[in-house]
């Protein structure tokens, strides 16, 4: 049994050293790009919102974006865009 707990602790290591990595690498790599176009987002709806081309309310926004719909076909839950 100590042979495996110890092969099943190192694995363990492994494994959580890679994926942290792996993660960190990821998530650096891709921060400025999501960044960059959530606010250039953010800047779009303003202008419009400013223009008034749309209308509603941030919370009106936030809370039709935040809604989940069940497909009654595949019985998934998406994300209402």
């Excluded at 960044?35 to 749309?54: F, R, S």
Aim: charged fraction near 15%; proline fraction near 2%; hydrophobic fraction near 50%.
């Amino acid at each position: 049994m100590g042979f495996f707990a110890t092969f099943w602790s190192w694995l363990n290591g492994q494994l959580a050293a890679y994926i942290g990595d792996n993660t960190s690498r990821l998530a650096t790599a891709l921060e400025p790009a999501v960044v960059t176009l959530a606010t250039i987002y953010v800047m779009a709806w303003g202008y419009l919102h400013l223009t008034g081309k749309i209308t509603g309310t941030v919370r009106g926004g936030l809370e039709a974006r935040g809604t989940d719909r069940v497909d009654p076909r595949c019985g998934l839950a998406a994300l209402a865009l």
